[in-house]
């Protein structure tokens, strides 16, 4: 039976792998076009994705506790949503 630990690095790792295709298709978008709207974008899912990222290797390899690198993530994945809702609101130049 599939522990619940073992279900989180599943997830985790899925995490990390989708968002590192959105933040390269949002990059190249932004290369592209030269749309910073899309440049923040890219940034944001960049926060969220490296606070998953940085919280597995806290948790897995310098042994935090799982509270302490869910704080991380959250903290880093609160970062990336606000630069999500500031690309979209955000005054065209």
């Keep these: 039976m599939i522990q619940l630990l073992d279900l989180l690095r ?3 790792i899925i995490i990390v792998a ?7 298709l ?3 978008a932004y290369r592209k076009r ?8 890219s940034l944001g899912f960049t926060l969220i994705t490296g606070g998953s990222l940085i919280a597995g ?3 897995e390899f ?5 509270l302490q690198v869910e704080v991380t993530a959250a903290l880093a994945t609160s970062m990336g949503f606000s ?3 500031y ?3 955000r005054k065209k130049s």
């Design 10 to 12: 599943i997830f985790q």
């Design 18 to 24: 989708l968002g590192s295709v959105i933040t390269y």
């Design 26 to 28: 949002g990059f190249r």
């Design 34 to 41: 030269q749309n910073k709207g899309m440049l923040f974008i």
């Design 57 to 59: 290797v806290l948790f």
């Design 62 to 66: 310098l042994g935090y506790s799982l």
């Design 83 to 85: 630069l999500l809702v």
């Design 87 to 89: 690309s979209i609101y």
